[in-house]
Structures are given as structure tokens and as C-alpha cells.
């Protein structure tokens, strides 16, 4: 099997950095978290009827938590609402970890002069978004399943017109992902990680393209000690197969989870969750014995400086251990390399098998 990738055609082309930001839980989705792990229906659902949490996929509703709790009706129902019928902006950012974060990047994103494309998977977050970007005073667009067309195409060209005044564009993944040059941006969000890795793969080549002509900067959010991180660490292991093989089907819908699997992911992060509780017990009981000191020296801040680092362009993504495992595992197979040779005006291509 030959595969071709955008490196080895477009030599020129700039390179891009990809990296995991960790983001803490809001002290209201850490509630709401634990509402879902101890299905307390009561809490989730509103007394005046609609919407209705059911917890049939929990997975779902966790990683709902994890990026707005005003994803749950009974939320939205007590948010603070403004008379032009937005979300109050301040309550809006305080409410979730990962727009705290999006609200101080933004801010010196465009102070430097970059403009962002933002990728959610829920369309409703796209919702709660808009009303952030009304908030903040930023001018954007928008693109996903339900904008089709002529639409959809005018929308690309106003944020590609040259001195366009829109700083981002928010994009449901599966929607913007294919057939789309947003090159005019160099910045790129995956607010939340699509199921299948390779579908935020096709997101973030909207920026890094044919026409790009700055380096790509791609930030990759994820809830520390939640459900999120550990379908992030299962999806890296998965991507490990594509450079073996493509494997049919590949980027479908249909999952391969086992129910191990499943219960693993669900099961990631809740000692921790659940530790300031059983501590504050523990000393109800006068056991001061049973707490750990340091619990605040885990908790992850991002000051000024912190965001300096982040938004730095002249450093490169570190090379964690998995990766380097990843190579390691990889280097056990063999490997057919194809070398094109020119000799007095002939073209000879040689096969080479090398067992690393």
C-alpha cells in the first residue's frame, strides 16, 4: 500500500503544532458531574417538564458536562438570561473551564493578530459560543449541518476576503470538515474531540492547506481526571493502526469499544472527583489523618504567563512518552520503502524491505 502525505508533496509548506491543553472543572460542572456518576435525576431534571435528562448514554452527558453545564436544561432554565435573551457573559465564562481558558486565549490571539477557527462536535455548544463571541465583542461565523449552500459558501468567503474583519469561525466538526479552505486562518481550537480521531484530523487541515503561509497552531482541550481525557488516550492508541494499515471502514460512525472499554473510560478520573468529598468526612469524623496535603498544588491555573507559553509559535510540541512507545512498537515491523532514482536520464524506482 502507497500513501501520500501533504508533507512530501508541498515542501514548502508550513509546518503545524498540535497540544493537549488540560483544563480543570468549573466548581458548578463538577456538581453536575457527580449528579450524572450518581444518577440523581432529581437534581438533572427540571420540576416544570421539557427536556428530560433520561442518563441512557452517560457518556454522552459526561462529555456534555465537561464542556457547558448549560447543556442541561434545568441549567439553562436557572442561567441568568439578559433582556436581549443571551446568556449573561460573565456567568457564561465562569460556568466552564474550557471557556475560562477560551476567553484569555482569545484575548491575546487578537491582540497579536491571529484569527481562530473554533471546532465543537455539539451544535449546541456552538449556541452557548455565539452568545460568549456577542459577549466578548468578537465578529464571527458559523458553519455546520444546518447551513447548507449558498450559504455556507458565503460565509467561507466573507472570512477569507482579504481584511475580513471576522477574528473566528466557529464550525461543528463533521460539518466543516471536508472540503473547506480556511487557510486565512492559523489558529485552530478543538473545543471538544470528535469520537473518531481521524474526523479532527480533516478539521484542523482547514487551516493547514494549500495557501497557508504561517505556521498552524492547533489546541487540543481536554478535562483533566474526566471522561474526555481518557477517550483522548484510547483514540491515541487507535491512530497507532493507521500507520500499519488502513483498515476498511475506516472513519465511519460504528465504534469498536469493548464493554471493558467503555467501563474504563466512565470510571477515569472519579477517585479523584470524589476525594475532596471523602476528606472533608474523613475530618467531620476527626480522622485530619486521612486527608493529603497538596490537593490545591494539582489543580491546574493558567496566569498570563501560562498563556504566554501557550500561544509562543517559535517552540514545537514536546514529545511525550506514548509517542515514543508508539515508535518503539511501530519499529518491530518491517517496512517497505520506495526510492525514486534518476540515472542518465532514467527513471528506476527501487524496493527496498527494512526490518528495523
Not at 508550513?14 to 457527580?34: A, C, D, G, N
Not at 455546520?144 to 466573507?158: C, F, K, P
Amino acid at each position: 500500500m502507497l500513501r501520500r502525505l501533504k508533507v512530501d508533496v508541498f515542501k514548502n509548506m508550513p509546518s503545524k503544532t498540535e497540544l493537549i491543553i488540560r483544563v480543570e472543572l468549573s466548581p458548578m460542572q463538577k456538581k453536575y458531574y457527580k449528579f450524572i456518576l450518581t444518577r440523581n435525576f432529581e437534581a438533572l431534571n427540571s420540576k416544570g417538564g421539557g427536556n428530560q435528562v433520561s442518563l441512557l448514554n452517560i457518556m454522552m452527558d459526561l462529555k456534555k458536562c465537561c464542556n457547558h453545564p448549560y447543556l442541561f436544561p434545568v441549567a439553562a432554565m436557572e442561567a441568568p438570561v439578559l433582556s436581549n435573551g443571551s446568556y449573561d457573559g460573565n456567568q457564561l465564562v465562569k460556568s466552564s473551564g474550557k471557556l475560562t481558558l477560551l476567553q484569555k486565549m482569545l484575548k491575546q490571539l487578537k491582540d497579536e493578530g491571529h484569527r481562530v477557527l473554533i471546532f465543537s462536535q455539539m451544535t449546541k455548544m456552538l449556541d452557548l459560543l455565539e452568545d460568549f463571541m456577542e459577549f466578548e465583542g468578537y465578529k464571527y461565523e458559523r458553519i455546520d449541518g444546518g447551513i447548507t449552500g449558498a450559504l455556507r459558501q458565503e460565509a467561507i468567503d466573507r472570512f477569507n476576503a482579504p481584511g475580513a474583519q471576522q477574528f473566528c469561525f466557529l464550525l461543528s466538526t463533521r460539518a466543516g470538515g471536508l472540503g473547506i479552505n480556511l487557510a486565512s486562518a492559523d489558529t485552530v481550537v478543538i473545543y471538544d474531540s470528535d469520537w473518531n480521531p481521524h474526523n479532527d484530523i480533516q478539521a484542523f487541515s482547514r487551516a493547514h492547506r494549500i495557501g497557508q503561509n504561517r505556521k498552524v497552531m492547533i489546541y487540543r482541550f481536554v478535562t483533566r481526571c474526566s471522561v474526555e481525557e481518557r477517550i483522548t488516550q484510547v483514540a491515541k492508541r487507535k491512530m497507532m493502526l493507521t500507520h500499519l494499515v488502513v483498515r476498511p471502514g475506516l472513519g465511519s460512525k460504528t465504534g469498536s469499544m469493548s464493554k471493558q472499554e467503555l467501563d474504563d473510560i466512565l470510571k477515569f478520573g472519579t477517585e479523584e472527583l470524589f476525594k475532596g468529598e471523602m476528606e472533608a468526612a474523613a475530618r467531620a469524623m476527626g480522622h485530619p489523618g486521612d486527608s493529603k496535603e497538596g490537593e490545591e498544588g494539582n489543580v491546574i491555573h493558567y496566569d498570563d504567563d501560562a498563556i504566554s507559553k501557550l500561544l509562543d509559535r517559535n517552540r514545537d510540541a514536546t514529545e511525550d512518552t506514548e509517542i515514543q512507545n508508539m515508535n518503539e512498537y511501530l519499529s518491530s515491523f518491517k517496512v517497505a520503502q520506495f526510492v525514486v532514482k534518476e540515472e542518465e536520464g532514467e527513471v528506476r524506482t527501487e524496493k527496498e524491505i527494512i526490518n528495523i
